[in-house]
């Protein structure tokens, strides 16, 4: 069974940075590893992936100010968020899955998921 904990999230004020971590545990197979978020009242929305053969794809908002790697020898998938806007705050979901780039914005591409950590930012 894969398991997908997230951590390192809280508040933090504008222009402040924090740093996510996803460890991943029960994989048998590689998976492309990606970070979603869900503002309240808004529904789930792509931020960015790593996938298998380490190629990263950001949503626009995001890029130039958060990185997405992955430890295959930890098992871990971080994501640095600089610069974080109050338009960041969300909570915070890591997932695993197997997608092409026409896919990589979808939910139902992902096969497993993490609880979520909460990131805040205040303005």
């Known amino acids: 069974q894969v398991q997908l904990v997230e951590s390192g999230g809280g508040l933090v004020q504008a222009g402040g940075s924090l740093t996510l971590t996803c460890v991943v545990s029960g994989a048998t197979s590689d998976y492309d590893m990606a970070w979603f978020r869900q503002a309240p009242g808004k529904e789930r929305e792509f931020v960015a992936v790593?996938?298998?053969?380490?190629?990263?794809y950001y949503t626009d908002s995001v890029k130039g100010r958060f990185t997405v790697s992955r430890d295959k020898v930890k098992n871990t998938v971080d994501l640095q968020m600089n610069n974080l806007k109050f338009e960041d705050t969300g909570l915070y979901y890591c997932?695993?899955?197997?997608?092409?780039?026409?896919?990589?914005?979808?939910?139902?591409?992902?096969?497993?998921w993490g609880q979520g950590t909460q990131v805040t930012v205040s303005s």
């Open positions: 790593v996938r298998r053969n380490n190629a990263k």
């Open positions: 997932a695993a899955g197997s997608m092409i780039l026409s896919t990589m914005r979808r939910t139902d591409t992902y096969f497993y």
